[in-house]
Every structure is written in C-alpha cells, then in structure tokens.
C-alpha cells in the first residue's frame, strides 16, 4: 500500500512552481510515438536536462537531501538509493496512463533496482481539475490520491499506476525511484512498524528501557539482520 509523508511547506512549493514555470520544458520522456500517443502526454525536466535549466537541478538536489534526511521518511522507505529525480507537468488534457515502471533505472555508470516510486506534489490540489494518481493492485483495489501541496506518496515501484488527464489548470510535481535496503515491500512494513513501537515506547517514561521496550528491541535489530541488502 502507499504511505504519505509531509515534507516541503506552501510557501517552498509555491516557490519552486513559480521558478518552475519560468523554464524550458520538453515532451516526458517515451520509448517511441506510439507510447507518447496512448501512454504519456506530459511535460518533464529532466536532472541535468540542459544549461537552461541548471536552476531545477538545484532543486532536486535540495529535495533529494530533504527526503534523504527526513525520519519518517526513512522509517518508511528504508532508502538506500534515489534515482532519476524529475519534474513533470500535466495541464490540457496531459495524462499518464496506465503503466509499470522499469525494474531498473539509472544511467550509463549505474542502473539500480527500484522499489519505491515517489510522487512530491508541488500544486494546489485545487488549482487543478483531475491529475489524480491512481493505484492499481493485482487484487482489483484502486486508490485515488491527491494530497495536499508538500505531501510526498510512496509506493511499491510493481504496483500499476496513472496520472489521471489534468482537464483545467497545471498540475507539476517532483517524482522519482529508490532502491530500498529492504527489498521485500512487506518487510519493509513490518520493520516499519516496530520501529514505530520502539520509538513510542521510548517516548513513555513508564515503558523507556524497561523488559518489554528491550525485548522489542532485539526483535527489531534481529529482523534488520535477517533482511537489510547493502549490495544492488
């Protein structure tokens, strides 16, 4: 399933979308005409796209330290690489359809397993109409999300997913894959979840380094043995 994490205020989102819509865009990335026809119809900045738009590789590079550094974040994520970090825009009828992203990403020195895909939405979920990102899981459920401004989605990079076409105003957001020290998205959850207890249970002066919180603990540090990858 997916997780939301706040993480840039209104006021850095609208700072970034104004810098934003001041440079050059070019038509997202696709494999041929054919996918851009029925697949992808949106608008990206690419890291390192061009001299151009140098002020945007300075973004991301800022955004990727934030989401590197934030706790909740990392208790979610596990996150041991992020790759291919990107602006995209959807305005007049742009959309994402249905689609798997790659198993592996990267360029020509590294390609790395993805695990988790990121969307950080930058726009007021009320300045534009559609643009919602649609979960599609094996088993029939959907999810429709469309957060608020600052609000990072994680979720399973093997989980189908669209961007719903953007019919009124412009929807830009930063995006990209990380490859996770702990592969397996259910153990990601699981290590997730009691590193959440240790943590509370650390906040409650009547159970802080008491026989229960050391008992968790070692259960915890054991299951990080038993699952943390640091190899690609």
Request: hydrophobic residues 35%; charged residues 20%; proline residues 5%.
């Amino acid at each position: 399933m997916h997780c939301t994490v706040p993480l840039l205020s209104a006021a850095e989102c609208d700072q970034i979308t104004a810098t934003l819509r001041q440079l050059p865009w070019q038509e997202g990335h696709a494999p041929g005409e054919l996918y851009r026809e029925k697949i992808k119809r949106n608008q990206e900045i690419a890291l390192e796209m061009s001299p151009e738009t140098k002020v945007a590789d300075d973004i991301m590079a800022t955004i990727s330290r934030k989401l590197m550094a934030n706790a909740d974040v990392r208790n979610k994520t596990f996150a041991k690489t992020l790759v291919n970090p990107r602006f995209n825009l959807c305005e007049n009828s742009g959309f994402y359809a249905k689609h798997a992203d790659s198993a592996f990403l990267g360029n020509q020195r590294q390609q790395v397993r993805t695990d988790i895909s990121l969307t950080l939405f930058l726009s007021d979920p009320d300045s534009y109409q559609g643009g919602e990102l649609s979960l599609q899981y094996a088993c029939g459920d959907a999810q429709l999300i469309k957060p608020a401004k600052g609000c990072v989605v994680f979720y399973p990079s093997g989980v189908m997913h669209e961007v719903k076409p953007v019919t009124n105003g412009q929807r830009i957001c930063f995006v990209g894959w990380i490859q996770s020290h702990i592969q397996d998205p259910q153990n990601r959850s699981i290590l997730s979840e009691i590193t959440t207890l240790c943590d509370d249970m650390m906040a409650d002066p009547n159970l802080a380094l008491g026989d229960l919180h050391t008992r968790a603990q070692n259960i915890k540090h054991n299951l990080f043995r038993r699952w943390w990858q640091n190899h690609n």
